[in-house]
């Protein structure tokens, strides 16, 4: 493909819902001329299928040509676990339609195992960390590779004349985010405008935790523990006070690992918020840092929706496993903090933690029946590369060796096959909230529950959570029912006449 003296032209493939890294990188390539367009087709829902089952290839044939209409001299790849397969799949569909169109590959898995997605043969190039900076050198050295020369690009390593260049070690941070233009919202909101009512935005990144389930612990090893930095409150305002003016958001929801972990910086940034924007935001937080401080700050700044992860009250598991010391009256504490402040309560609690059985499961419905959050968001246990979680299932042998290799190329991606045990005790916890304490005890003690083993997703876990949102108006649920339509309309699309 001869680029030579002409605009680079990156297109975007994503099949998720919006990407902050994406709209960030697309930011830098249009400040610096590169043309960028997103391919954006959520079809399936990653998190509730299971990733080894067979993908239907002419679905993706039919994405795959509609990419290369376009003649992108780049295609980019924004790649998780969970969709990993499907992006593979449609590079290679890529490269059998037009071999000249070079792929790049970027995103948290790539990052994490930069060597093997590197070796599929239909990938060119990937971008290892955050690839704002990164993407845009390789855009910019584009004629140079073609040319058949060698350039040393941080953060890239890429495919030439059968060579590797560059390093797999070399992740990239950037360290001063203000620096960063805001994000390109435009590049989703032209493919959706349902998504400007509900603005995503991130203070942070990294994160001060080392969640055993969680990738951030590997990669803080990679850079020296200094994932974890802010942007400054008046940059982030900036932004929101820009995207008030053109996109009208009803809603601001706040992306970060743990919003409010730094006093100093949430205090300022919260009174800012309050005076300048004022929109009703959703955020996550971490059981230890909520105090009344916090929750009074966070109510005065109209805060809706908190996202609490709790994850396991066995304490002794949340330490020696997940890595996480947390107290169960410290919980309970951080639940009548943000409850008593009339702000939407979503606790997260994971099911099929190595070590936790199901009298575990029986005490945890239990605890969330007395110390009431708003509603419990069930994850089932996945096992995600280079997690500490994950090596310490394989020494354990809850997973093989076989399974590590099937979760490193994506074709399984979840835990869910393992826990055959707890539907029962999911189905209450997502129905409790509806119901008296007293009955709830009642269900527990009599054994009831266990006459409701319901498999199906839709009816233990969405139906619930759909009920819950139609009850209350400022639920960000919401959004995320209007998102699973707009899936639908987007199933109709691809599959309906060209």
Not at 173 to 194: A, G
Not at 232 to 254: D, G, T
Not at 452 to 462: D, E, L, V, W
Request: hydrophobic content about 40%; charged content about 25%; glycine content about 6%.
């Amino acid at each position: 493909m001869n680029t030579f003296g002409r605009e680079k032209f990156v297109t975007f493939f994503y099949n998720d819902y919006e990407s902050l890294g994406i709209e960030y990188i697309s930011a830098v390539l249009r400040k610096e001329g590169v043309k960028t367009k997103l391919i954006y087709k959520n079809l399936i829902d990653y998190y509730a299928f299971d990733s080894s089952r067979k993908i239907d290839g002419k679905l993706y044939q039919k994405i795959a040509s509609e990419i290369c209409s376009h003649n992108p001299d780049v295609l980019a790849l924004s790649l998780l676990t969970d969709t990993f397969k499907a992006n593979m799949l449609i590079a290679s569909f890529v490269k059998e339609l037009n071999p000249k169109i070079k792929i790049l590959a970027g995103g948290v898995h790539a990052s994490l195992l930069p060597q093997l997605t590197l070796s599929y043969p239909q990938i060119d190039a990937i971008s290892i960390g955050e690839g704002e900076f990164s993407v845009l050198a390789y855009m910019q050295s584009l004629d140079a590779i073609y040319g058949g020369e060698f350039p040393l690009l941080k953060g890239i390593v890429y495919k030439q004349n059968e060579r590797l260049i560059g390093s797999f070690l070399d992740y990239t941070i950037n360290e001063e985010l203000d620096k960063i233009p805001f994000p390109d919202k435009d590049l989703f909101y032209n493919e959706d405008p349902s998504m400007k009512s509900h603005y995503f935005v991130q203070c942070s990144r990294g994160c001060p935790f080392a969640c055993s389930f969680c990738i951030n612990d590997y990669l803080n090893s990679k850079v020296g523990g200094k994932r974890f930095r802010y942007r400054s409150p008046e940059n982030i305002i900036e932004e929101l006070m820009l995207a008030k003016q053109k996109y009208s958001p009803s809603f601001v929801a706040f992306l970060d690992e743990c919003f409010g972990f730094d006093k100093e910086w949430i205090t300022k940034f919260l009174n800012l918020y309050k005076d300048k924007i004022a929109l009703p935001f959703l955020a996550s937080i971490h059981p230890n840092i909520v105090t009344p401080q916090l929750a009074d700050l966070m109510q005065d700044a109209n805060c809706a929706y908190v996202a609490m992860g709790v994850q396991s009250l066995n304490e002794n598991i949340s330490k020696t496993v997940l890595k996480r010391s947390i107290k169960r009256d410290k919980v309970a504490k951080a639940i009548e903090l943000i409850r008593s402040r009339n702000m939407i309560l979503q606790c997260d609690h994971i099911f099929g933690i190595p070590g936790e059985n199901r009298s575990d499961m029986l005490d945890t419905l239990s605890f969330y029946n007395e110390n009431r959050p708003s509603l419990v968001s069930v994850y089932w246990l996945s096992f995600y590369p280079k997690a500490y979680i994950t090596e310490f299932a394989r020494e354990k042998g809850i997973i093989s060796e076989q399974d590590i290799e099937d979760i490193e190329n994506g074709k399984i991606s979840s835990g869910i096959k393992r826990v055959y045990g707890y539907y029962d005790i999911n189905f209450w916890m997502n129905y409790f909230i509806f119901l008296n304490k007293n009955f709830i005890r009642w269900v527990i003690n009599s054994g009831f529950l266990s006459l409701f083993k319901i498999k199906n997703i839709f009816i233990s876990s969405a139906f619930p959570r759909a009920l819950f949102a139609l009850l209350h108006k400022r639920d960000w649920n919401r959004y995320y029912m209007r998102r699973v339509i707009m899936k639908k309309i987007n199933n109709l699309k691809v599959w309906g006449p060209s």
